[in-house]
């Protein structure tokens, strides 16, 4: 059972328009929560985090927002660059013995933005 | 910021040989790697969990004997496919763990013929 899912495989925006790529998790444990970016054939390259204390996390033109009671959270991106052009993952994540666990992923949402 | 270098990037072997792959953090020390192995266009799979100086946590359905995995120092963890397959073609990633975040190596491309 998928703990943490994507549900739209794909997303297709205009440059300039605002990206928005969804997660939704179901363990009410995991308590860390991050987006990654992965170009095809390279690792991924983490953009950004939310613990779950908080409800927004700001970076440049991301912005992550996590709702705990629908066990959701969002990755905003304004204004959408071809360059954002990639996979998203979302990932997350929980707390045990002092250290954090390891991260479940979802299967990643590929962005495309067209110019 | 924190860099996982990780080697070979890409490596083609004949069915049976091992392969060894490398998983470096090269500025920081990671008491925990992370092995992912990902097929094409579906999600990162947590192959195991590598500690320094202790064995391996494979996840179910891995098999240890098959995908070796050292983690001899704070810098540095192994995986050897022993026995490659053409099924073991895939590509390999790792991670190395800095606080809360995981820092990714490019990846390793596994062609077995």
């Known amino acids: 059972d998928q703990q943490v899912k994507q549900n739209s495989p794909s997303l297709s925006v205009q440059e300039g328009r605002i990206s928005i790529l969804n997660c939704d998790y179901t363990n009410s444990m995991f308590d860390y929560f991050l987006w990654y970016k992965k170009y095809p054939a390279e690792g991924p390259t983490f953009l950004i985090s939310?613990?779950?204390?908080?409800d927004k996390n700001e970076d440049g033109r991301f912005t992550v927002f996590l709702n705990k009671s629908a066990k959701h959270l969002s990755l905003h991106i304004v204004p959408s660059q071809p360059g954002d052009s990639a996979v998203y993952f979302c990932?997350?994540?929980?707390?045990?013995?002092?250290?954090?666990?390891?991260?479940?992923f979802g299967k990643g949402t590929k962005l495309s933005v067209k110019p | 910021g924190a860099v996982v270098s990780q080697h070979p990037s890409w490596v083609i072997c004949k069915s049976g040989t091992s392969v060894k792959i490398e998983c470096r953090s090269l500025d920081f020390q990671a008491t925990t790697m992370f092995w992912y192995r990902q097929f094409p266009k579906q999600s990162l799979m947590l192959m195991a969990t590598?500690?320094?100086?202790?064995?391996?946590?494979?996840e179910q359905g891995v098999e240890k004997d098959k995908f070796l995995i050292n983690h001899a120092s704070l810098t540095l963890s192994t995986l050897t496919v022993t026995s490659a397959h053409p099924e073991d073609s895939s590509f390999y990633i790792c991670?190395?763990?800095?606080?809360?975040?995981?820092?990714f190596g490019a990846g390793t491309r596994l062609s077995v013929l």
């Open positions: 939310i613990s779950s204390i908080k």
């Open positions: 590598s500690n320094e100086g202790s064995k391996a946590t494979y």
């Open positions: 991670s190395a763990t800095l606080g809360a975040l995981q820092y």
């Open positions: 990932a997350a994540s929980w707390e045990y013995g002092g250290s954090q666990g390891n991260l479940i």
